[in-house]
């Protein structure tokens, strides 16, 4: 913003800065020198940020919405030879689901506590598909970093 002019070097403060509450987990927005923030634009951050669909002139407002940043609860590894998995009461070629432990742009490392076998469905198996996805089935944009997932099956 600051070689765009859209700064004040007296005060040494942005017109436009978006802050966080911690304690709500919601957005502040404070607007100054007359600036306007539109969020009408259905491709805005708006519902990232917890912003409503509109255009803010004042100069500070608290948000009603919460910030929706990290809107994993899960996440799935999925390998589409399996039978006998369930996720949330429907049959999910699921073999594992956990929360993970780090922050977002860390590395997750993680290692299963037990070993749960599940039954295959094929006889003979020449390829199969393995995918990462959220709570919902979205897969996951892991924005090619490399992921390793070992898997141990064994002759009933």
């Avoid at 929706?68 to 998995?85: A, F, Q, W």
């Amino acid at each position: 913003m600051r070689p765009n002019d859209h700064y004040d070097d007296e005060s040494d403060k942005y017109f436009i800065s978006v802050s966080a509450n911690r304690s709500t987990l919601k957005t502040v927005l404070t607007l100054s020198n007359g600036y306007q923030l539109d969020f009408g634009p259905p491709n805005s951050m708006r519902h990232v940020l917890g912003f409503n669909s509109t255009v803010y002139t004042t100069n500070y407002h608290k948000f009603e919405n919460v910030v929706n940043i990290t809107n994993i609860n899960s996440i799935l590894v999925n390998i589409d030879i399996i039978t006998g998995s369930h996720m949330n009461g429907r049959m999910q070629p699921v073999i594992y689901s956990f929360f993970p432990n780090v922050s977002p742009g860390y590395k997750i490392v993680e290692k299963l506590p037990h070993l749960k076998y599940l039954p295959v469905t094929l006889d003979t198996t020449a390829h199969f598909h393995t995918y990462i996805a959220d709570q919902d089935g979205n897969l996951l944009n892991l924005r090619s970093e490399v992921v390793t997932i070992r898997l141990d099956i064994r002759q009933k």
